[in-house]
Nanobody, 119 residues
Framework: VQLVESGGGSVQAGGSLRLSCGASGSIYGDACVGWLRQAPGKEREGVAA???????SYTDSVKGRFTVSRDNANNTVYLQMSSLKPEDTAMYYCAAAPFVTLSHYEYNYWGQGTQVTVS
């Protein structure tokens, strides 16, 4: 069982980044894969999620700016982030849950995280 994030980095406000999450086949198939973030001193929050049927969910603060998608041929989920703001700065994690949710309590498998810094 493995989730591996990539694509984080530093960007100026207004810029864009694309995060990738590669998942092992044993958890990818029927799972919802979500992106969650945690800033220093703050609780972990769900940002976006997509289930195996392509149903998406976003937290209000990123609607219209972030897009989650999945490439089932390659067991990969992406988070395209645009119009980034300093408040988007956080460690971003991809994780798997049995259904589409933004609640971090529902996620059973987690990656190691990738840092996004917006200045």
């Amino acid at each position: 069982v493995q989730l591996v994030e990539s694509g984080g980095g530093s960007v100026q406000a207004g810029g864009s980044l694309r995060l990738s999450c590669g998942a092992s086949g044993s958890i990818y198939g029927d799972a919802c894969v979500g992106w969650l973030r945690q800033a220093p001193g703050k609780e972990r929050e769900g940002v976006a999620a997509i289930d195996s049927d392509g149903i998406e969910s976003y937290t209000d603060s990123v609607k219209g700016r972030f897009t989650v998608s999945r490439d089932n041929a390659n067991n990969t989920v992406y988070l395209q982030m645009s119009s980034l703001k300093p408040e988007d700065t956080a460690m971003y994690y991809c994780a798997a849950a049995p259904f589409v949710t933004l609640s971090h309590y529902e996620y059973n498998y987690w990656g190691q995280g990738t840092q996004v810094t917006v200045s």
